[in-house]
C-alpha cells in the first residue's frame, strides 16, 4: 500500500468511527433531529418504526466502514457503506435549506457542504484499487480470454475437421485405385 494510502485511509476514516460510535451510544438526540426525513422514509421503505434502532444502525455501518478503511479490511467495502449511511446522515442532520435564522442556514450548509466533501473522499476511496484491476476489468478479462479461447478452439476444430476429410479421400482413392 502507498504511503499516502496508508495515511488517508485512516484520516478519512477517523470520523465516520467516532461519530458512528457515539451515534451508536446516544441515539435519541440524533433520532429526534432526524425524525422529519425518518417519517417520511420508514413507510416508503417498510422499515422498522424505532429510529433510535435506525440511527444506531446508521452509527454502528458508519464506524464499522470507517474501521474497515482505516485498516485496509475490504476498504473499497467499508467506504461505499460510509457513502451509503452518508445521505441520511446529511439530509436529516443538516437541512440548510429549512433554516430560517441567517446564521443558522449559513452553518447547516457549511456541515451539509463538509458532509459532501466527506463523501467525494469516501466515493474516491470505494473506487480506489490501490493499483491493482478492479473487478469489472478482471470480469472483462476473463471473458475477453474466453472468448479468445473458444475462437482459437473453432478454428482448430475446423482445421482438424479439414485434415480429416482430406485423410479419409486420400485413403477412399487408395482403396479404389
Known sequence: MSPVRRVARP???AMFVIQGFDAFRHPAPLAKRSSPLLDKVIPALGLPDDKELLVRANG???MLGGIMLATGFLPRLGATAIAAS???TTLAGHPFWKEEDPQQ???QRIQF???MAMMGGVLLAAVDTAGK???A???QNVANRSQRGAKRGLKTTAREAKIAKQSA???VQDALG
Open 60 to 62: 454502528l455501518t458508519q
Open 169 to 171: 479421400k486420400i485413403k
Open 86 to 88: 452518508l445521505v441520511p
Open 105 to 107: 442556514r449559513k452553518t
Open 113 to 115: 457542504l463538509k458532509n
Open 133 to 135: 484491476p478492479g473487478l
Open 137 to 139: 476489468w478482471r470480469a
Open 11 to 13: 484520516m478519512i476514516a
